[in-house]
């Protein structure tokens, strides 16, 4: 990961965000304050898995805490919203 300045970075823009588009760019301030500039791309690929990963951690959570029911072989009737019609 790169590091800049706030005014390095309006001085090359453009090369930040070319070098953006491969690797994320760290912009901190005097003050500390940090900002991390990415590629959307990037960032949608970031959002999207967060968003599986709290899926996931949902649904181990109603599984440990007894919300499921079980599927036995066989039994259509938890199937039909599947259907095609």
């Known amino acids: ?3 800049t300045n706030p005014k390095q970075f309006r001085a090359e ?3 930040y965000l070319e070098l953006a588009a491969k690797e994320p ?3 901190q301030r005097r003050a500390g304050d940090s900002y991390i500039l990415v590629k959307e791309e990037s960032y949608q690929e970031m959002q ?3 968003l599986s990963l709290q899926r996931r951690l949902l649904g181990m959570s109603q599984v440990v805490s007894g919300q499921t029911q079980e599927y036995k072989i066989g039994d259509r ?3 039909k919203r599947l259907a095609r019609k």
């Open 13 to 15: 823009m453009k090369d």
């Open 25 to 27: 760019i760290r912009i």
């Open 48 to 50: 999207n898995e967060i």
């Open 77 to 79: 009737t938890r199937l």
């Open 1 to 3: 990961m790169q590091n």
